[in-house]
């Protein structure tokens, strides 16, 4: 079993920034990939960014040069670093992290950027 916890979600006016984490615990291969995703009401869930453990990252075109991913291996952990916000980021964020073709997710938090 694998379990995600998000952090760092709240309310923000356009242009600032915010810095979400997922933690990771329970059975976890030590070659992975992590992402983020995010819903807006009434659209499908998107991708946002993964990244891979060694590194390798890939963005969706709507968060280029705005959002950068990171991680920290030793503590299982993914970052979301989100500069330069827009209302339309508005969002509940979802950790995934796939295992054993099985793909987890977080419970989510909310983003919430003001005109």
């Given amino acids: ?10 309310l923000v006016q356009a242009g600032g920034s915010l810095r979400l984490s997922c933690a990771a615990s329970g059975r976890i291969a030590s070659l992975n990939v992590m992402g983020w995703f995010r819903q807006a009401p009434g659209k499908q869930r998107e991708l946002v960014a993964t990244i891979t453990t060694l590194g390798t990252t890939n963005y969706a075109d709507s968060v280029k040069g705005r959002f950068t991913i990171s991680r920290a291996n030793a503590k299982n ?7 330069s916000l827009k209302p339309e980021d508005t969002a ?3 950790c995934k992290l796939p295992q054993s073709g099985v793909d987890y997710w977080g419970e989510g938090t909310l983003v919430t950027v003001s005109s």
């Fill in 1 to 10: 079993q694998v379990q995600l916890v998000e952090s760092g979600g709240g």
């Fill in 77 to 83: 952990t993914v970052y979301l670093q989100m500069n």
């Fill in 92 to 94: 509940v964020y979802y």
